[in-house]
């Protein structure tokens, strides 16, 4: 017997929080176009909430990204995309250690054996280094290496954060980086990537990892080439812990979401970065 269309499309609404991303998405898609059509009626009420509704549910990247841009530059409306995606955006950063030759990723720099908040280390030609904090303003919690150390090359750094869990459970690290990396949850490898520049995006890797109950901790090492083209210029990663359908898992105590300013590079780098 055949289907009937109408009929399937009335189940469709249906699966907005279905555990399968396909079938979430088409009843994302249908949010969106109800959400669009009541702005062009001027029922701009009803269309805040139809998509926050949208938001709640949307997994995919593009859906996101359409539903924010209609809440905040159709219906004027803060929309907290790092806590959506559960983007973690405190972190402790420290660096430059050397890269010369690429033969930074092999290394192994004094965070990848211990971890010593108020130490410092020889750096990158012997200068003494120590760990800094850094919150991150980019809607899509991009932790940008060059705002605390400037436009560098050949050089590696890290970032560390403690994330801390409400019960024990199975999740994954997803991470979006264009340089060499390597990332440890709760003092192991998990994964790394010994190359450079071929793209960034969202979840470009995803790491499946067992939370513990309360504390855990996360070290990422990004090692930065000696390429000086423009698109060469990004040092940065970014990180979100979630569950496999990509619906975020929030740290019992996330901080808040810093607010967006204009930070400025040090040394220039926005001019580098132009």
């Known amino acids: 017997s055949k289907i009937d269309p109408a009929a399937a499309e009335a189940l469709v609404p249906g699966f907005l929080n279905d555990p ?26 009803s269309a805040i909430a139809t998509f926050r509704k949208a938001l709640d549910s949307a ?9 924010a841009k209609q809440l905040s530059e159709k219906l004027e409306q803060e929309v907290d995309l790092p806590r959506h995606f559960g983007f ?14 690429r033969e930074g990723f092999a290394s192994v ?10 130490a410092t ?37 890290y970032a560390y954060t403690e994330y801390t ?10 991470l979006g980086c264009k340089d060499a990396w390597k990332v440890w949850f709760n003092g192991e490898l998990v994964f790394g990537r010994d190359e450079y520049h071929r793209g960034q995006r969202i979840d470009q890797y995803k790491m499946p990892v067992q939370l513990k109950e309360g504390k855990n901790t996360i070290l990422v090492k990004a090692c930065q080439n000696e390429q000086t083209q423009d698109w060469t210029v990004e040092w940065e990663f970014q990180l979100r812990v979630c569950d496999a359908t990509g619906t975020a898992i929030l ?24």
């Open 251 to 274: 740290a019992t105590d996330r901080p808040e979401t810093p607010k967006k300013e204009a930070p400025k590079r040090r040394g220039g780098a926005d001019a580098a970065a132009k």
């Open 59 to 67: 997994r995919d990247v593009d859906q996101i990204q359409d539903i």
């Open 20 to 45: 399968s991303t396909e079938l979430r998405r088409d009843a994302v898609a249908l949010l969106i176009t109800e959400g669009k059509s009541q702005i062009e009626k001027a029922d701009n009420p």
């Open 109 to 118: 720099f004094p965070p990848e054996t211990e971890i010593k908040l108020d």
């Open 165 to 174: 869990a409400a019960e024990a459970r199975p999740a994954e690290l997803r």
């Open 88 to 101: 973690l955006t405190h972190w402790k950063m420290i660096g430059p250690f050397d890269n010369t030759g």
């Open 121 to 157: 280390y020889p750096g990158k030609e012997g200068k003494q280094v120590g760990w800094q904090p850094f919150a991150s303003t980019d809607e899509y919690g991009k932790i940008d290496f060059n705002l605390p150390f400037g436009p560098l090359k050949e050089v590696t750094g």
